[in-house]
């Protein structure tokens, strides 16, 4: 049974690849806020479908500091690691409609050809293990009217190409998981950061070709540090300090278009989250891509 029935149900579905940061709050804080201010759900889900990648104990350490900030979920937490089986089905769907091709190219040349696929395997009569496995793309544009960034659109077959679904090493790639999901989950509305606006059509491609609902989408400008660079573990952001959590929550209000007024400055959390959820605007967070934010 899905977990969901209510009309608005949004997400915030983080990777404990490592702590809290500035930039996993602003998308933790736009979710929550969009889905209290429309009396929706909001429910929590743990992308730890890449072990290799998952230091011990961090998804734990994240759902500590989201309740530490009065980030308060609907639900179970759910897990991509124990949805392999809801994952198989999708690909065996794709399979059986002639959608999906191995693929062993490598890096090196994807690489070179800038990333966009060129179709190479397609029509190759075998192809050696280990490989990925593709999916085949149609030659025409994929739209979606973003409630933040506006019209957005690709053509995959020129931006993308036929992309991948399950890795090399057999695990299921992101734009699968994240599709079967959200749909599972009955999620009506993903608002996100800007870094996976361009991964939207793929996700809209899969939920046509698996027949799925489609979720409205909101992208939020990204935290960038001094040299332009997303906030991120991978760039080293500094975790959330979980004794500056109402500093936290209200500098990313501000940061969020939401102007707190400075009345609010010596609020407690909860005080701070009372007045977003009532003066929520997602049509005042900026339009833009990324934002620089000073991490001291």
């Known amino acids: 049974m899905s977990p969901g029935t209510s009309a608005y149900i949004g997400r915030f579905a983080p990777s404990p690849s490592g702590a809290l940061h500035f930039g996993s709050l602003l998308a933790a804080l736009a979710s929550f806020l969009d889905a209290r201010a429309c009396g929706g759900q909001w429910l929590l889900r743990m992308e730890d479908l890449d ?3 998952e230091p011990p104990g961090a998804a734990d350490q994240i759902l500590y500091l989201l309740e530490h900030l009065g980030l308060h979920w609907d639900g179970p937490v759910v897990y991509q690691s124990e949805r392999q089986a809801a994952y198989a089905d999708a690909l065996e769907q794709l399979r059986e409609a002639g959608l999906v091709f191995p693929c062993d190219c490598t890096r090196k040349r994807m690489r070179q050809l800038e990333n966009v696929y060129d179709g190479h395997c397609r029509k190759r009569a075998q192809v050696p293990e280990p490989h990925a496995l593709r999916l085949r793309i149609e030659n025409r544009e994929i739209t979606l009217s973003d409630q933040i960034q506006g019209c957005y659109g690709q053509n995959l077959s020129q931006e993308c190409g036929d992309f991948i ?3 090399k090493d057999g ?3 992101y734009q699968l998981a994240v599709v ?3 749909a599972w989950q009955n999620i009506s509305h ?3 950061g800007f870094d996976l606006l361009d991964s939207t059509p793929r996700q809209l491609y899969l939920q046509e070709k698996l027949g799925l609902p489609l ?3 909101a992208h939020i400008p990204v935290a960038s540090d001094a ?3 997303k906030l991120s573990k991978q760039h080293f952001a500094r975790p959330l300090d979980q004794g500056r959590a109402a500093e936290h929550i209200h ?3 501000e940061f969020l278009g939401q102007a707190p007024p400075p009345a609010l400055q010596q609020a407690t959390v909860e005080e701070l989250l009372a007045w977003g959820i009532e003066h929520w605007d997602i049509h005042e967070v900026p339009r833009l891509a990324t934002i620089p934010i000073n991490e001291d």
């Open 51 to 53: 072990p290799a990648r």
């Open 165 to 167: 679904i399950r890795r």
């Open 171 to 173: 695990l299921i790639a």
């Open 180 to 182: 079967v999901d959200d």
């Open 190 to 192: 993903i608002v996100r």
């Open 215 to 217: 979720p409205r989408y």
């Open 227 to 229: 040299m332009g660079q």
């Open 251 to 253: 500098r990313a209000l």
